[in-house]
């Protein structure tokens, strides 16, 4: 992925916007999800979320939550969950800012075990990225572990984002974490 400042679009490879066979990604609608992406995200993150984390990202910004759902699936295999922040201004007054920079932040990714290497999450991430600058964010930020080296290649190699910063100890486990960030 690379960014164009001219048209101020996102550019990719065209496998990147290539549907993949047997996969249908959804938008999260409402709570009968909740239990699908907890799920997703409780079994693959080392960082245990609350119910009320969750319910944070999903009820304030729903349109970035994305699912991706699978032929031979009842449920959900994978999801990217997101928000939009407002530099500068206090999450209470968020609303009443017009003009404050938005960046947009990816909380959680995951994909099932048995689906991974297959370009699910990367299409998760393409989609998710789309949707934060349509909605006219300058940046996007996430956190990743610095052993997880597969995120790191994801998010580096193939859309962009660069180490902003070291978190040491940043995660419950103790170990420490890279803050990345892709300017749009």
């Known amino acids: 992925m690379t960014n164009n400042n001219n ?3 996102i550019q990719t490879n065209t496998e990147d916007d ?3 066979p047997g996969i249908r990604f959804v ?3 409402d709570e009968s999800q909740l239990e699908y992406v907890m799920s997703l995200v409780g079994r693959d993150l080392s960082e245990p979320y609350s119910i009320f984390t969750y319910r944070y990202f999903l009820h304030r910004f729903p349109e970035l939550c994305i699912l991706a759902v699978a032929d031979d699936s009842p449920e959900p295999i994978a999801c990217v969950v ?6 500068g201004v206090d999450e209470t007054e968020q609303e009443q800012a017009e003009n404050a920079e938005k960046t947009g932040y990816i909380g959680m990714l995951a994909v099932q075990e048995a ?12 989609r998710i990225l ?10 996007v930020t996430l956190e990743t572990e610095v052993t997880n080296t597969t995120a790191q290649k994801l998010y580096q190699d193939r ?11 940043y995660y419950l486990n103790w170990n420490d974490a890279y803050r990345l960030r892709l300017w749009f």
């Open 7 to 9: 048209n101020n679009t």
């Open 130 to 139: 789309q949707r934060m600058k349509n909605m006219e964010c300058r940046s």
């Open 159 to 169: 859309f962009g984002f660069i180490r902003e910063e070291l978190l040491v100890r």
């Open 115 to 126: 689906y991974r290497r297959k370009g699910i999450g990367q299409a998760l991430v393409h």
């Open 82 to 87: 997101g928000k939009i922040d407002i530099e």
């Open 27 to 29: 938008d999260y609608k």
């Open 18 to 20: 290539a549907e993949i």
